[in-house]
């Protein structure tokens, strides 16, 4: 009898990686922001390398010597040929295993890397960041600074081939059937400061939003901002940090009325640990939501 493979075995890896590869804006923002953050001689680590871009701009950038992490097997597989080919082999060492708890060698400058979904939900960049930072020189810059958690509520696409899909949804930017009509400002509901260790995983909010606009609410959309080293930022792109749309029971909404959000979760911790709620508020309540 042929045994099944567990998930890591068949679902795809290395679609994910060549997406961030050839994803323009996100590449182009990491290239900017690294080279103003690397300065010749530095020694980088580069977080979850997959095909290795952002450890080669980093030795494109000046670095000395750059650790390119990377656990999967697939990724693995080409990582170092890519580096051989790209001619920086002798400054760029592929380190294999566990970015969340793997050892360096040295102590080093910068700390590269991008491990993102959308609200720190799902992948580890967190857990990532925290442990290289045990790494980090006095005065070592992390590229990637800082994470913005945004909230608001919408009407998002929910008809697909005929029939009604009330799932959680993405909003690509390069797909405009999938745009949301906001009907809320949106709320900052979590900052995160990268360049020290994050401590407390739990995120547990109420927040009030008020509507803007009249309409149909069916989503919570949940969207970050990535905000880099050098003051720049970075927010949805084809393979990275897209909105996120969680599904809320539709109801009709008139400017002016509030509502409550609740919403809990565990960074990198996944969609199982999170909760939502969305309740309306009664006219002229300062917090109570209505029954």
Known sequence: ??????????????????????????????????????????????????????????????????????????????????????????????????????????????????????????????????NMLRFARDNARVVLAGYTCLAGLVWSPTAYHGLTFDVV????????????QPL?????????NLTRRVEHFDVKVQFRLQATAGGVVNGLRIRGVMEFHDGTTLKATPACNYPIILPVPESSVRPGQAFRISLSYTLCGGFPTLTHRVATMCPGSLGAPSR
Do not use: K
């Open 169 to 180: 949804r993405y909003e690509y930017p390069e797909l405009p059937e999938l745009t949301s």
């Open 1 to 130: 009898m042929t045994s099944i493979p567990p998930p890591r075995q068949y679902w795809s890896i290395t679609e994910g990686t060549f997406n961030c590869l050839i994803d323009h804006p996100r590449a182009a923002a990491f290239d900017r922001a690294i080279r103003s953050a690397v300065r010749p001689g530095d020694v980088v680590v580069d977080m979850g390398s997959g095909t290795g871009v952002l450890a080669l701009f980093a030795a494109r950038a000046g670095a000395a010597r750059v650790y390119a992490v990377e656990h999967d097997p697939n990724n693995l597989a080409t990582l170092s040929r890519v580096i051989e080919a790209n001619g920086f082999a002798d400054r760029i060492q592929v380190l294999e295993g566990d970015v969340c708890t793997l050892d360096l060698p040295e102590p080093v400058d910068v700390i590269v890397g991008e491990m993102i979904a959308t609200g720190l939900i799902e992948e580890q960049h967190v857990r990532a960041n925290n």
């Open 184 to 192: 809320t400002a949106e709320h900052a509901y979590a900052r995160l």
